[in-house]
Structures are given as C-alpha cells and as structure tokens.
Nanobody, 114 residues
Framework: QVQLVESGGGVVQAGGSLRLSCTAS????????MDWYRQAPGQERERVAR???????TYADSVLGRFTISRDNSKNAAYLQMNNLSPEDTATYYC????????WGKGALVAVSS
C-alpha cells in the first residue's frame, strides 16, 4: 500500500520559515499532480498549493507570494517552503495525491506564535 509521509512541521515565530517534505513510499506519482492542504481547528480542509507533473504550480490567495511548492520525482518527494509565516497559518498540513484513489499523509503540525 502506498503511503505519503510528511515531515518538517514544528513551532515557529511569526515571520519565520518552515519547509515541509512529503515522501511517497512508491514511485507512482511522477505523472500525477501533488497537493498540499491544511486544516486549522474547527475549519474546513483547504488546498494551499498544487504542482502538476509538468511543474505548473497554483496557490491559494492566502499563501501566494509566501509559499512555494516543488517536487523531486527522483526522490518521490514534494516540498512546501513556507516563508513569512503568520499565526493564521497555524494548521495541520497534509500531502495529497490522486492515482485512481485519493492518497493522504497523516499530517504535519505547523504552529506559528505571535
């Protein structure tokens, strides 16, 4: 069974940076888009960034200009560089991909203190 594993979460002060990593256990996503979602307590899960297999990226308005999504197909990995973090970015961040079914990681907690 394919697994997605996130890492790189933690606690950071406002204005700081974090880099999340997502690694797939098998090489089946090289021709698929990969996404980063986040969910704050009491709120809906929202997509914050997407990268296609060709490398085209899209972002939620709330993170545009601060977050950067990238991927390394040779490592079955996707990344989310998050800069200028604010308390509003506090959430659990999930890696997602779709290949016949939806694949989700277990999430990485990001907490931004003011």
């Amino acid at each position: 069974q394919v697994q997605l594993v996130e890492s790189g979460g933690g606690v950071v002060q406002a204005g700081g940076s974090l880099r999340l990593s997502c690694t797939a256990s098998r090489n089946i996503f090289n021709n698929k888009a990969m996404d980063w979602y986040r969910q704050a307590p009491g709120q809906e899960r929202e997509r914050v960034a997407r990268i296609t297999s060709e490398g085209t990226t899209t972002y939620a308005d709330s993170v545009l200009g601060r977050f950067t999504i990238s991927r390394d197909n040779s490592k079955n990995a996707a990344y989310l560089q998050m800069n200028n973090l604010s308390p509003e970015d506090t959430a659990t961040y999930y890696c997602h991909a779709f290949n016949w079914i939806h694949y989700w990681g277990k999430g990485a907690l990001v907490a931004v203190s003011s």
